[in-house]
Structure formats: structure tokens, C-alpha cells
């Protein structure tokens, strides 16, 4: 069963820490995206990844960086906590494919991070 | 500008009836991909339903299909005879060729209640 790993379901931080978010993908998909979900808001792209070591910023790129040594692993970086960055993290994963294509995404199962 | 709407904040259907989740997108493009997903409240984003912008006729998954009129820009998901399993948050998202494969733009999705 084909799946997007996120390392942590529940995470608390205090304000000012370094925090690393960790999402694997076993589907050997070139893309890789990271998402922020607010009551309201939808979901929010924040960074996304069509290559190793590639990054492209999305939306909301402040506060956050991302790293993508390996094709099967992509990292959201908050350099500095703050409390509004408390939110729910969603990591996904797609084909290389420029057309629109059926699948879409598939969606880890979601960091919900707390920022105190 | 938005690029999708859903203006459905939360609804409520008895259970076995239909019920249509409402959704307009806005576009220049002339290539792009509407998707609908389902969150259940363990977090997890689950792929639905796939209509792309030249497909002629309107997508059907299983009590799922949507209702694509291209002309009002609008791709509603209608579920038939609903279960108490489909309580869930439900999010339209489209990705168009423009912008490249590489990103889904999603609304602010709509809370379904089934009632028993």
C-alpha cells in the first residue's frame, strides 16, 4: 500500500525552538509539497519540491524553510516557533506529470502542531 | 481572487438522502483538473473524485459524482443515499497548466453532519 509517512501525529513546541516536520513517500513521486490547515483558511501551500535539493516557495513561505536530500524525504523547518504558527501540517506527494492528472495528491495523515 | 470557492461553511443531510457540495473555481486557463477530497476527522485527506476541464462527461465514483458546468465555472460533488461514515470536512481543489503540475489550490471546505 503506497503511502506518505508525516513522523509525528501530535507535536508541542515552545515558542523560539527549532522545529523539524518530516514527511516520507514510498511512491518514487518527483513532487512533494507541504501544506498548513486552518479552520477558514483551507489548506495553504507553503513550500513545494519537484527535485532533489529543489525548492519552490508557495503562499505562505515566512517563518518556514524546507530540505530535500533524498527524493523520498522532504522537511519543513520552522527556524523560530512563534504561537501563530500553531496549526495543522500536511505533507504531500505527487507524479511528475505536467498535465492535470487523475490521481492528484496523496496526503500524509497530518502533524498537528502546537506552538506554546 | 479566489481561485476556488466553496461558500458551504457546514451541512447537514439525513442519512440515505443526496446532498450537493457546492464549488466555483476561477480560471484563465484552459487545461486544468478539479478534484474533490474528504478529511475525516482522523486528518487524513482521501482522494474522491477527478474531473478534468476537457472531459465531457461528468466524473462518477461509486455514490460520488460531480457536477461539472464549465461554463459557470462551477464543479459541484453530489453523494448519493449518504451514510453516517460520510461525516467529514469535504475540500474542492484545482490545479491548472498554467501554473504548472505542482500545485493544488484548494477552498476553504464544507463540514458534512449525517444525520441518523
Known amino acids: 500500500d503506497v503511502k506518505v509517512t508525516q513522523s509525528s501525529r501530535y507535536l508541542v513546541k515552545r515558542t523560539g525552538e527549532k522545529v523539524f516536520l518530516e514527511c516520507v513517500q514510498d511512491?518514487?513521486?518527483?513532487?512533494m509539497f507541504w501544506y498548513r490547515q486552518d479552520p477558514g483558511l483551507g489548506l495553504r501551500l507553503i513550500y513545494f519540491?519537484?527535485?532533489?535539493?529543489?525548492?519552490e516557495k508557495g503562499d505562505i513561505p515566512e517563518g518556514y524553510s524546507v530540505s530535500r536530500e533524498k527524493k523520498e524525504r522532504f522537511s519543513l523547518i520552522l527556524e523560530s516557533a512563534s504561537t501563530n504558527q500553531t496549526s495543522m501540517y500536511l505533507c504531500?506527494?505527487?507524479?511528475?506529470?505536467?498535465?492535470?492528472?487523475?490521481?492528484?495528491?496523496?496526503f500524509g495523515s497530518g502533524t498537528r502542531l502546537t506552538v506554546v | 481572487a479566489q481561485k476556488i470557492t466553496q461558500t458551504q461553511p457546514g451541512m447537514f443531510v439525513q442519512e440515505k438522502e443526496a446532498v450537493t457540495l457546492d464549488c466555483t473555481y476561477d480560471?484563465?486557463?484552459?487545461?486544468?483538473?478539479l478534484f474533490w477530497y474528504k478529511q475525516p476527522s482522523s486528518g487524513e485527506m482521501i482522494f474522491l473524485i477527478y474531473?478534468?476541464?476537457?472531459?465531457?462527461q461528468n466524473a462518477t465514483e461509486g455514490r460520488y459524482s460531480l457536477n461539472f458546468q464549465k461554463a459557470r465555472k462551477s464543479a459541484n460533488l453530489v453523494i448519493s443515499a449518504s451514510q453516517l461514515g460520510d461525516s467529514a470536512m469535504y475540500f474542492c481543489?484545482?490545479?491548472?497548466?498554467?501554473?504548472?503540475?505542482?500545485?493544488?489550490?484548494f477552498g476553504t471546505g464544507t463540514r458534512l453532519t449525517v444525520i441518523p
Open positions: 474531473q478534468g476541464s476537457y472531459d465531457e
Open positions: 504531500a506527494s505527487s507524479s511528475g506529470h505536467l498535465t492535470p492528472k487523475r490521481d492528484g495528491y496523496t
Open positions: 480560471t484563465s486557463d484552459q487545461s486544468y483538473g
Open positions: 481543489a484545482m490545479r491548472e497548466r498554467l501554473t504548472g503540475a505542482n500545485n493544488l489550490f
Open positions: 511512491m518514487d513521486h518527483e513532487n
Open positions: 519540491s519537484y527535485d532533489v535539493k529543489m525548492k
